[in-house]
């Protein structure tokens, strides 16, 4: 059974960083795109981070670029979102997901399995 379970949320003010993982199972996630989408309060889904199967690259939307890092570690088939210098509109539900595509900036619409979520609230 394909599972995707987000940990690490939580507050943070406004400046501050954070780091969020995500255990697969089920599947490797070695053989797929990997990566991050979230859905701020009463926004549509937004895709963050997109990290290439083989690792080649990485893509972020102008949104969260040069702020998130997105990796991974196929040997514990795990991944991370590292947050940094985080902003108010940063806040959401955030998910660790497999994507079809990591060409560009990540689409929700390429998304494979994700997970139930942990939420992040930036705020001071």
């Known amino acids: 059974q394909v599972q995707l379970v987000e940990s690490g949320g939580g507050f943070v003010r406004p400046g501050g960083s954070l780091r969020l993982s995500c255990v697969a199972s089920g599947f490797h996630i070695d053989r797929h795109h990997i990566g991050w989408f979230r859905q701020p309060p009463g926004k549509e889904r937004e895709g963050v981070a997109c990290a290439s199967i083989n690792g080649d690259s990485t893509h972020y939307p102008d949104s969260v670029k040069n702020r998130f890092i997105v990796s991974r570690d196929n040997t514990k088939n795990m991944m991370y979102l590292q947050m940094n210098s985080l902003e108010s509109e940063d806040t959401g539900v955030y998910y660790c997901?497999?994507?079809?595509?990591?060409?560009?900036?990540?689409?929700?619409?390429?998304?494979?399995?994700w997970g139930k979520g942990a939420t992040v609230i930036v705020s001071s």
């Open positions: 997901a497999t994507f079809r595509q990591c060409g560009g900036t990540p689409y929700i619409n390429d998304m494979e399995y």
